[in-house]
């Protein structure tokens, strides 16, 4: 009997979601597209330019309408058997609630899981993709080169100095590098106007080291060499939007940020955050369970209203432990997972306690 029962709620959950679904991401989709229609218009832009524009915006779409409609779909769902009293009847043959919406939690679980994937496989390349095209149409350009950067490498035992990097030629412009011991003592400074990335080393043009020798600083032309394995992206670190880029990629950020000696805490908060946003879905379904299975009458209305307030809230909290977590004032994975941990706790205890 708990099977078909399972089989049933899941038929009637699906309904309502697959539609929910389509209708928040076609809203969403249509904000977007109104957001941007303006310049669109003052740049001219084709109409089959806008439309595929916008035909890349509709994975991100999905991917915010996922957990609204999750909650729409169950709270709906549980208001509807109530109305029609198959709750009562269920509750009656000894089946609680928590067992009850057991099937609507895996869902919600599977969702949260589902939902990381889909972002860092879909969401992102296509978000990149339709940032491109929106620059392009709008004929806005993005300067991913930077100026007067200092970073620091081998823990601290080098240290970079560049006028400009050119990241399209992966080129350094002006660069010196210092060489120290552990102790922080000088070993030697290397001077060249340019230095080009092969691929596996920088190639520097005209080097010279300088150096102490006898008491007395020398310089003397620097022999070909392949020491130097610094990745180029390490010079453009500051022009890289980490939204456009995947978790593997967020994490080789934070690593390169850590090891060039320069912040790295916003970045770290965007990795942990990335992980722990998937398990919003799973949050919404076990708030909206948790709110419906509390109240005895308009069931929808009001585990709707109760299931969106709790929503809420939680986006504030996190929207502030981000920004702590943002600023270095707490690691980031406390920002990101704080949250997640204290909304789903709260949840289950209230769910464990609904009133069958």
Known sequence: MVRILDRYLLRQFSLIFVAALGMFAFLLSIIDLFAHLVRYLNNEVPFVEIMRISLFYLPQAFAFALPISLLFASAYTLGDLYARNELTSIFSSGIPFRRFSLPLLILGLVASFFSFFFDDAVVVPTMRTKNELTRRALRQHVVEHNSDIVIRSRGGQLIYSVDFYDHIGQVLNGISIVEQNAQGDFISLIRAPRATWTGDYWNFVSPIIYFWDDGFLRAAPLPPTDEFREHPDIFRRSAVRPEELSALELRNLVEDLRAAGLPYAEAEADFFHRFSFAS??????????????????????????????????????????????????????????????FFIAVGLLLLGGAKT
């Open 280 to 341: 919003v879905s799973f949050i919404v379904m076990v708030l909206s369970l948790s709110m419906g299975g509390r109240f005895r009458k308009n069931i929808l209305l009001m585990s709707l209203l109760a299931s969106l307030s709790a929503a809420v809230v939680f986006y504030v909290i996190e929207m502030i432990t981000m920004m702590l977590a943002r600023m270095g004032q707490i690691p980031g994975f406390v920002g990101a997972w704080f949250p997640v941990a």
